[in-house]
């Protein structure tokens, strides 16, 4: 793909999320740079609804704008470059305090599959407590390197994690399937939490919710094309 | 009514069950096609509130597409073409993961008729396991003629089937009858929920589920018009 | 107010009721004849979203259309037809199948008032079970004027009623009130359930209730012009 | 800020807050008059949706508008004046009817901070019972200034109040800090509900909050600028 492809990919990607509910005036998406892994593409510090291409920055691994030009960046930058340093195969990353999944980090409860559409949820994703990291009186916010890093820990080698008192991260191997764990993520807490109220939830199983997700990949274009519809209109 | 009356509805359908929240960006509704019962109209393999005429394709009683030209059918297009072979009476096809439906299917919670508007819901609708049919391994999906035949069989003479882990089914004598079938089961299932938290429900009995089923299949084109007119604007 | 004037609002009703989730495809708004207290004006039987000037009709105190000229009217237009006969202080009746209305008639859980904005619902408004009037294989629509009889006995001097199994109704002194009260019923319901799951509930007591709704009649213009905003953008 | 600028402003607030979900029919935002601290800026008495720019009035500190021109105040006015004068640090009062808010100021839950976006709700912000200051016979309005004096004492430095069966008050030392704290109070109310529903909450503890609150208001035009676009389009 072009590099200006890929920008506006990205843009949609910024409008995708607040349309679908899962970012509001704050959260924020990143994708690696194509043409060199080891730089990745972020808005410049704005609400993702009205990212345009030319508020799109380029950064290192080290969180640090390459070219800012003026331009703010986020202070949480580094969710992103920690998680591309510690996973090769991440391709794009999800930041958000999507709302339904906000109970979930700050109860413990275990986020799990619920149907087919959150098979990528595997088994309970992992849920990142800051205070190990940054002790009893950070302010929430995964504000420098150190921060990052540890995030990445926590999240180890899934799709998925929580943040306690603060939101979640989704990631994938294309910029499609993070937005596309963002968005299915919010939809599975929202319908677990509704279930839980019920009775006694029968999850996907692992092999269910392994093979689902395999599936589902093959088929992400055809939610994205709808939003990307939506978001044009 | 003309061939192309039949695909305007079915436009309409897919369009209608997007808007009234039925449908997300996967899904699908089908209808027999009047001319030749043994066939059936559905869209090719994308999301319903993107569908137009010129993506309906007419599939045989195997499942298969008679001239896709090209076309990618859904994967799941079993669930239609087995039901329609053991169920002449039926005209029309919904297959949603509609929210509300989640829980329930996922609980064991039988879903009931709360009020008049859902009295085709009659006793409680069955509620199809996969694993019974797929063994605990599947994908999910009903990705062939044999889990569409069980899909069909845990159905039998209802109107609506709960899939557990997955969706739901709603089936109708007409193309407006499934559709309606499939958003006031999605109806009843938040309106059930919310009471269920209230106290001990006072459900419709089966007679007043059959009597009111019946008057509102006399009166089911004035919600049709309002959801046409919606998605027209 | 002129005829036309009366009719204009009386469509505004049916658009605001829409446009506010109080009614959907199914639902209906009355206003008696200024002109002539035993007549009031209702529409022919189609979605409330969609009426114009031209399908308002004029009924007489039996229920019946004084001149139909072709339009089909409400299989439950007895609901307005009897309350009318039964207080002469109602100029206006709305009957809806309010999402949040529901469980309560169907639990039986008591609608009582949260906050100064529905006042009107004084002390626990009453719950009309058909299976009283018409036994236990209705189909649960109040069609004939017998059944409105029974609701409007059950109403009493009420300003607001469950319908087990089916919905509610609102009346008013003026087009506005009614709507009002309808609008407002269904957030206190959604309110109350809520509050339900919290904790014990500080419900307004007697002289809060009244002395609040008798404030908020003086101010009842203000939302009515948003609202009529609303549906004309 | 010219006086255009800031009446401006706060036009653009009281549409933000009806399309963000905080106001109605009913509520008010106001902002000191940056050229005179003794006098603020308030609408007549109309819903926040509709106001513009000629329907802002000047009150002075003891809520009586300077220069009325025949038009109506709110009736609730105290509830600015009162304010303004015990708390000279408050530069803008957001008065609501927030439905997330309402279950807990009549349950008595206190609201706690769940998020890093709520830092500002600190410990519980207070509960104001209108019965100790007006008696078991109100109309639960504040109207006048003896009751507006009691809603500020029961405020006390706090940014926030809940006021029990009516709504909330949010404070600040800018307006849009205010309509940020209206914001992101109702959202912590509709998390922190869900959240009990699930476990027990882990909310951010005193230090966390405080920081967290100092971070958000750095990037306080973020959101800001995002409902502005939203309210303009």
Known sequence: MSIKGLIDDLVSANHILFKEGVVDGFGHVSTRDERSPERFLLARSIAPA???ARDVMEFGMDGEPLSPRGRKPYLERYIHSEIYRARPDVISV????????IPFGITGTSLKPVFHMSGFLGAAPPIFEIREAGGPATDMLIRDRKLGAALARSLGPASFALMRGHGA??????????VYRAIYAEVNARLQSEAMRLGTVNYLND???ANAARTIDGVIERPWELWKKRVEE
């Open 169 to 178: 991260v989704a990631v994938g191997g294309t910029l499609k399937q993070a």
């Open 50 to 52: 009205t990212v345009r």
């Open 94 to 101: 999800v930041h958000s305090h999507s709302p339904a999944l």
């Open 207 to 209: 092999q269910e919710a």
